[in-house]
């Protein structure tokens, strides 16, 4: 089971950016899919995530800029980003908790991060 993201880049303050977050090999079930990020010097925060069937949850600082989404036919997470801020600048991480065909047990995946820079 692999995680992979995409989507970061360098924007300017106020613009908009979409990441996404493809999970691939042999899943039988993803419950929990969310974002994570760790800004400069600072440790990894959760920004979102999504279970299936309930409603997002949000970090404070993100609510209302930032809409977190799932295809689940696709495996895929999204997260849309909107007024960017200098202070959202840092590394993005996608984080899924997956159970593989054929097991028992879930575990907790994460992709390889994807760097958002936003340039006041």
């Known amino acids: 089971v692999q995680l992979q993201a995409s989507g970061g880049g360098l924007v300017q303050v106020g613009e908009s950016l979409r990441l996404s977050c493809i999970a691939s090999?042999?899943?039988?079930?993803?419950?929990?899919m969310s974002w994570y990020r760790q800004l400069p010097l600072k440790q990894r925060e959760l920004v979102a995530g999504?279970?299936?069937?309930?409603?997002?949850r949000y970090a404070d600082d993100v609510k209302g800029r930032f809409t977190v989404s799932r295809d689940n036919a696709k495996n895929a997470l999204y997260l849309e980003m909107d007024s960017l801020k200098p202070g959202d600048t840092g590394v993005y991480y996608c984080n899924a908790h997956i159970r593989p065909v054929g097991g028992h047990l879930w575990n907790n995946y994460w992709g390889q991060g994807t760097l958002v820079t936003v340039s006041s």
């Open positions: 090999g042999s899943i039988a079930e993803i419950k929990l």
């Open positions: 999504v279970r299936n069937s309930s409603e997002p």
